[in-house]
Nanobody, 119 residues
Framework: VQLQAFGGGLVQAGGSLRLSCAASGWIFKINDMRWYRQAPGKLREFVASITSSAATKYADSVKGRFTVSRDNAKNTLYLQMNNLKPDDTAVYYC??????????????WGQGTQVTVSS
């Protein structure tokens, strides 16, 4: 199983980006899906999550600006980021609890995609 994150880039403050994370390989079911980010010199931090029943949670710093969603048919996780701020600059990672069979669930990480917001 692999998670491939993409969609990052350079954007001006106030702009928007949409991140995607596509899972591939032997997949039985994907449960919770999450986005984290890590800025230079800082610890990795939680950004947003979505459960298999589409319940969502957000970090206070992104509430009202970011929207997490998923397409179960495509095994893909999304993060729509609006009104971006320089403080949002970081490498964004997807993280998923994925079942490869009815009895086995593992946690997987994507490789990260760079988001840079200029002021």
């Amino acid at each position: 199983v692999q998670l491939q994150a993409f969609g990052g880039g350079l954007v001006q403050a106030g702009g928007s980006l949409r991140l995607s994370c596509a899972a591939s390989g032997w997949i039985f079911k994907i449960n919770d899906m999450r986005w984290y980010r890590q800025a230079p010199g800082k610890l990795r931090e939680f950004v947003a999550s979505i459960t298999s029943s589409a319940a969502t949670k957000y970090a206070d710093s992104v509430k009202g600006r970011f929207t997490v969603s998923r397409d179960n048919a495509k095994n893909t996780l999304y993060l729509q980021m609006n009104n971006l701020k320089p403080d949002d600059t970081a490498v964004y990672y997807c993280n998923e609890d994925l079942q490869v069979s009815p009895n086995y669930e593992y946690e997987y990480w994507g490789q990260g995609t760079q988001v840079t917001v200029s002021s």
